[in-house]
C-alpha cells in the first residue's frame, strides 16, 4: 500500500516490520523504511491520507498534546525508536 497511497516505491527488503494493532473496525501494522525521500515527491491518495510530513520525536509529541495527531501508531515506534530508527 505504500506505492498506492505515497507513490513510494519500496522493496519490501527494505522495510522492517515494527508491530501492529487493532482499532474498532479495522488491523494497522508498522513498517519502517529508510529511504531518501524528499516530501514533495509524495504523491497522496486523496481517499486515504490528508496531509504527510517529517517530524523529530519531540516534535511529534508536541502534536499529540495539541492533539493534532493520533498516539496509537506513536505508542509503537517510539518503543521501537531506538532499535529500528536511529542505527
Do not use: C, H
Not at 491520507?49 to 523529530?56: E, T
Amino acid at each position: 500500500e505504500i506505492e498506492e497511497e505515497l507513490g513510494i516505491k519500496a522493496n519490501v527488503d527494505d522495510m522492517t516490520f515494527i508491530g501492529s494493532y487493532i482499532r474498532l473496525k479495522d488491523f494497522v501494522e508498522i513498517w519502517l523504511l529508510k529511504s531518501n525521500v524528499k516530501i514533495e515527491e509524495l504523491k497522496l491518495e486523496q481517499d486515504e491520507l490528508q496531509d504527510a510530513k517529517w517530524v523529530s520525536i519531540s516534535e511529534f509529541e508536541e502534536m499529540l498534546e495539541k492533539r493534532e495527531a493520533v498516539s496509537s501508531a506513536f505508542k509503537i515506534f517510539k518503543t521501537y525508536y531506538t532499535e529500528f530508527y536511529k542505527n
